[in-house]
């Protein structure tokens, strides 16, 4: 099958521009250079910055598919008859596309913590857990924990913070059978790329997951292990006590904290150092992963 077969503009991410098939069963999906943060897309694109996620994407889907399936059908679809409407030109495309099938998503957010860090060490500073789950005594920011944990959260609305709950809670939302399987799925997918990763000079921090079924069987979608859905950070500079650099969308967090944006609209632009360091963040964290291409 290829993106020929027809296809309509169905939605629009912040990251990702969604088109459904005409026979309601796949998708072809485009990863944009636009950038998020604090849940609102920013007004300036990082270059290259979706060819880069999808070629990681890509490859950590290829690298589990023994662990679960996934929602790829075709990594190079074939475009050249595609009428795009004026949202893409045919040039644009290449390298950001993959055809997928259509899953329904499940409603909670799949998140697997490996270290202290982000919303988990701000949770635990004030309550000693994070998501229910009581952690030992006297951990500082940024340390690694006995053992990765499962942390799930809601999918917010658009405009809206996700917000982390208990395991409970996931299980109320979507089943307890569903719940204890993405529970240990994930669990599986951070252990793998974890030491993948961890190899090449990355420590994967934290990541997010979603899942979607099909038929009533779990499956994989959206992304993986990319600088957007995961923390990265260089293995031979971590040091616990401290938010190490990264690499990913942190570098333009920490700029936006930095000059003290409130948070709400209009989202302020970037300077050029920051987006050029940016895209140089993802383009390092690709070719330490999978190499230069």
């Known amino acids: 099958m290829t993106a020929t077969a027809g296809f309509k503009f169905l939605r629009q991410?912040?990251?990702?521009?969604?088109?459904?098939?005409?026979?309601?069963?796949?998708?072809?999906?485009?990863?944009?250079?636009?950038?998020?943060?604090?849940?609102?897309?920013?007004?300036?694109?990082?270059?290259?910055?979706?060819?880069m996620l999808t070629r990681l994407s890509n490859f950590w889907f290829d690298r589990t598919t023994d662990i679960i399936d996934n929602h790829i059908?075709?990594?190079?679809?074939?475009?050249?008859?595609?009428?795009d409407n004026e949202r893409w030109r045919r040039?644009?495309?290449?390298?950001?596309?993959?055809?997928?099938?259509?899953a329904k998503p499940l409603a909670i957010e799949a998140i697997v913590r490996g270290y202290l860090v982000g919303s988990g060490w701000n949770e635990y500073r004030?309550?000693?857990?994070?998501?229910?789950?009581?952690?030992?005594?006297g951990l500082i920011e940024a340390d690694r924990l006995p053992e990765p944990i499962?942390?799930?959260?809601?999918?917010?609305?658009?405009?809206?913070?996700?917000?982390?709950?208990?395991?409970?809670?996931?299980?109320?939302?979507?089943?307890?059978?569903?719940?204890?399987?993405?529970?240990d799925i994930s669990l599986r997918l951070y252990n793998h790329a974890a030491g993948f990763a961890k190899q090449r000079g990355i420590i994967i921090a934290d990541t997010k997951f979603e899942f979607g079924l099909i038929g009533g069987e779990l499956i994989l979608i959206d992304e993986?292990?990319?600088?957007?859905?995961?923390?990265f950070w260089p293995?031979?500079?971590?040091?616990?006590?401290m938010s190490p650099p990264s690499f990913d969308k942190q570098f333009v967090r920490d700029y936006l904290e930095k000059i003290q944006w409130d948070k709400q609209p209009p989202a302020p632009e970037l300077p050029a150092d920051v987006i050029s360091k940016t895209a140089e963040k993802y383009a390092e964290a690709l070719n330490r992963l999978i190499g230069k291409q």
Not at 73 to 83: A, G, Q, S, T
Not at 96 to 101: F, N, P, Q
Not at 126 to 137: D, N
């Open 91 to 102: 040039e644009e495309l290449a390298q950001r596309t993959v055809l997928v099938k259509k």
């Open 235 to 241: 293995a031979d500079t971590y040091r616990p006590g």
């Open 150 to 183: 499962f942390t799930p959260s809601t999918k917010a609305d658009a405009g809206a913070h996700d917000v982390n709950i208990s395991f409970e809670k996931a299980e109320q939302i979507v089943g307890v059978e569903i719940a204890h399987k993405v529970r």
């Open 126 to 137: 004030h309550t000693g857990c994070v998501c229910g789950i009581e952690l030992p005594k």
């Open 13 to 51: 991410g912040k990251v990702r521009d969604v088109y459904i098939c005409s026979d309601d069963h796949h998708l072809l999906i485009v990863a944009s250079d636009r950038i998020s943060a604090f849940d609102h897309v920013l007004p300036n694109a990082i270059p290259g910055k979706g060819a």
């Open 224 to 231: 993986i292990f990319t600088p957007d859905s995961s923390r």
């Open 73 to 83: 059908v075709d990594k190079n679809p074939v475009l050249e008859d595609w009428v």
